[in-house]
């Protein structure tokens, strides 16, 4: 059973950063692919940013420019820089985990949620 968990998450002010991170076994297939998702509440779950085995990222629109996803293999980690975060960014951020062997799904489960294995979620709340 693959294991995905988060870790950051909390309350910080307008304009401020936070940081997440996420570990997970998926690490132990060639082909992966890694996100982070969220759900603001009374809203359906989106995806945030995603990354595969090799590196590539895929970015939500409201995000681009101010959010970054990043991978550790050092560390069987991700992690997800929030800049600039603005009071709709409020949401649980759920990191996920999905099997790519071909490197090719990764981009289309930002849009279709296709992952494999989810975390738990943290909180994020952003304070105008």
């Known amino acids: 059973q693959v294991q995905v968990k988060e870790s950051g998450g909390g309350s910080v002010q307008a304009g401020e950063s936070l940081t997440l991170s996420c570990a997970s076994s998926?690490?132990?297939?060639?082909?992966?692919?890694m996100g982070w998702f969220r759900q603001a509440p009374g809203k359906e779950r989106e995806g945030v940013a995603v990354?595969?085995?090799?590196?590539?990222?895929t970015y939500a629109v409201a995000v681009k420019g101010r959010f970054t996803i990043s991978k550790d293999d050092s560390k069987n980690t991700v992690t997800l820089q929030m800049n600039s975060l603005k009071p709709e960014d409020t949401a649980t951020y759920y990191c996920a985990a999905g099997i790519d062997p071909f490197s090719t799904t990764c981009p289309d489960s930002l849009l279709t949620g296709g992952m494999d294995h989810w975390g738990k979620g943290t909180l994020v709340t952003v304070s105008s």
């Open positions: 990354i595969d085995s090799d590196g590539r990222t």
């Open positions: 998926i690490y132990v297939y060639s082909g992966y692919c």
